[in-house]
Nanobody, 127 residues
Framework: QVQLVESGGGLVQTGGSLTLSCAGS????????MGWFRQAPGQEREFVAA????????NYADSVKGRVTISRDNAKNTMYLQMNSLKPEDTAVYYC????????????????????WGQGTQVTVSS
């Protein structure tokens, strides 16, 4: 059974930092594009960042560019999202996701490109 499990969310003050993790199981994700999305209450799920299979290519939403770093450790089947200078508007449930294997579409921000999803982790930034 393929699973993605996020962790690392929590409550942080404006300007603070958090690192989210996404641990994969049930298959190796070493040959897949992986990404992070987020969904705030009453809003649609939106793209945050994506990374190709070996970490050599990344893509970020304009809203987080310069404040967020996506990375991965294929040996651990795990992906990370380092978030700095957090703002209240970053408050959302953050989801990790994986595309089908052997694609390099890290630039595709559409959620329908991804076939495996985690259950989400809450990030709350207080003002």
């Amino acid at each position: 059974q393929v699973q993605l499990v996020e962790s690392g969310g929590g409550l942080v003050q404006t300007g603070g930092s958090l690192t989210l993790s996404c641990a994969g199981s049930g298959q190796s994700f070493g040959n897949t594009v992986m990404g992070w999305f987020r969904q705030a209450p009453g809003q649609e799920r939106e793209f945050v960042a994506a990374i190709n299979w070996n970490g050599g290519n990344t893509n970020y939403a304009d809203s987080v560019k310069g404040r967020v770093t996506i990375s991965r450790d294929n040996a651990k089947n795990t992906m990370y999202l380092q978030m700095n200078s957090l703002k209240p508007e970053d408050t959302a449930v953050y989801y990790c996701a994986a595309q089908p294997p052997y694609r390099n579409t890290y630039y595709d921000t559409r959620s329908e490109t991804y076939i495996h999803w985690g259950q989400g982790t809450q990030v709350t930034v207080s003002s």
